[in-house]
């Protein structure tokens, strides 16, 4: 356990989080589908200004026009 770097532990830490949140979400009622489908699409989202700030990605027309399917997605299934 002494040899474990620490991302490690960060990486089980946010799994562990993650099937709490997808359980958290069955139990208030959530389909499977859906739950699943709008973790997804929010993490995708949520990881645009990292890539951009972080690892210095560009985001071309395509990306933004992907990114607007998204939310507009999100906007529907959560209607």
């Not at 532990?9 to 959530?30: H, K, M, Q, T």
């Not at 699943?36 to 027309?61: D, Q, R, T, W």
């Amino acid at each position: 356990m002494q040899s474990l770097n620490w991302t490690a532990f960060l990486l089980g830490l946010s799994i562990l989080g993650l099937e709490f949140g997808f359980l958290a979400a069955y139990r208030a009622g959530w389909n499977i589908s859906v739950g699943s489908l709008v973790a997804n699409i929010a993490l995708a989202i949520a990881l645009i200004p990292v890539g951009i700030m972080i690892y210095k990605e560009a985001f071309e027309v395509s990306k933004i026009f992907g990114a607007v399917l998204c939310i507009a997605g999100l906007i529907l299934i959560n209607r």
